[in-house]
């Protein structure tokens, strides 16, 4: 598909300057809410892991601790979109409270940063769809048939996707690769001498390896410090497959194009969504590209108020939103 030139939508096609004004704003409150509620969740799946183990016989506990970890998974997606919040300085009003207090509390968990994360994701809205929209790579392969959507959901499932995102971050924290959610491209440093890659990569990686092992002490000194395995196992496994649906729901198979109106989608999210693939309301993309000035928790009132309007379609499911990524024929895919 080709880009074709257009004017992109404004949410002041369809707001007037109050009720742009209403969306846009701020809570530190619901700001704190916000991460106070995805730890808190975190917690529950914790403990109710921890007291399966003790309690329960081995046919109840394991379906019980695979449960967890896919809630944890879900949390791990929670955090970055917690991330994504503070770097569109939307989760709080203060900007201290974006770029550090979140950073500490979200992005650092699950080794990324707001302020990096801040700079691609806003090259993404300037220029979504574009050749050079550093998301494009995640996308824009799609539609693919069945089968290659199942072989790649294995690769999820076996552990072998966390792996090579372990690997990417590994580089991309060393200075080999440039940062990147979508792409592993090489970073300009050819020239560094072999230990400033070692510098590099403890300066980057420290606060991370500083809040996980904080995480592992508390979970130990409870006398559970095996919960931490499930954390990575989660972040390794079920993070990746909520990552890739979440990613296809947002821009797969829709028009190469700046209108925002047919280069993203909003989904439908049921609770088991919003736990897993769909947490913190990300669900509301169209919206939140329409308006990204408006705060996650006024998403939902904006979405209703743009679809009894007429502005915006019905959403579809985030399953309706699969069998569209994988609806190409093994006939036509070369």
Request: glycine share 4%.
């Amino acid at each position: 598909m080709t880009r074709i030139q257009q004017k992109n939508t404004r949410i002041s096609d369809f707001l007037n300057r109050e009720e742009i004004a209403f969306f846009a704003q701020r809570s530190n409150w619901w700001g704190l809410w916000c991460i106070f509620s995805v730890w808190l969740v975190i917690a529950l799946a914790f403990m109710a892991m921890a007291l399966a183990v003790e309690y329960l016989p081995w046919y109840w506990t394991i379906p019980v601790v695979l449960a967890g970890m896919v809630v944890l998974g879900g949390r791990h997606l929670a955090l970055a979109i917690v991330m994504h919040e503070a770097a569109h300085n939307t989760l709080f009003k203060d900007r201290w409270m974006n770029d550090v207090f979140a950073n500490w509390t979200s992005a650092k968990f699950i080794w990324n940063d707001v302020h990096k994360f801040r700079a691609h994701h806003m090259v993404h809205h300037a220029n979504t769809t574009a050749s050079f929209d550093p998301d494009r790579p995640i996308y824009e392969a799609l539609p693919i048939t069945r089968k290659s959507l199942i072989r790649k959901f294995t690769r999820d499932l076996i552990g072998l996707t966390g792996l090579k995102f372990f690997i990417g971050r590994i580089l991309m924290s060393a200075g080999f690769l440039k940062w990147s959610d979508a792409i592993g491209e090489r970073a300009d440093t050819q020239d560094w001498p072999g230990h400033r890659y070692l510098t590099h990569f403890a300066k980057d990686f420290w606060p991370t390896f500083l809040v996980n092992l904080m995480l592992y002490l508390v979970l130990a000194t409870t006398g559970h410090g095996w919960l931490f395995l499930i954390w990575v196992l989660a972040y390794a496994i079920p993070f990746t497959i909520f990552v890739r649906i979440r990613a296809m729901a947002e821009h797969a198979c829709l028009e190469l194009v700046p209108d925002t109106l047919r280069n993203t989608r909003t989904t439908s999210a049921g609770w088991l969504a919003r736990m897993t693939v769909a947490p913190v309301r990300v669900n509301y993309h169209m919206e939140h590209h329409l308006m990204a000035s408006a705060p996650y928790y006024r998403l939902p009132k904006l979405h209703h108020l743009l679809l009894q309007r007429g502005h915006v379609p019905q959403p579809p499911t985030y399953l309706d939103v699969v069998r569209t990524c994988s609806s190409l024929s093994s006939q036509n895919k070369f």
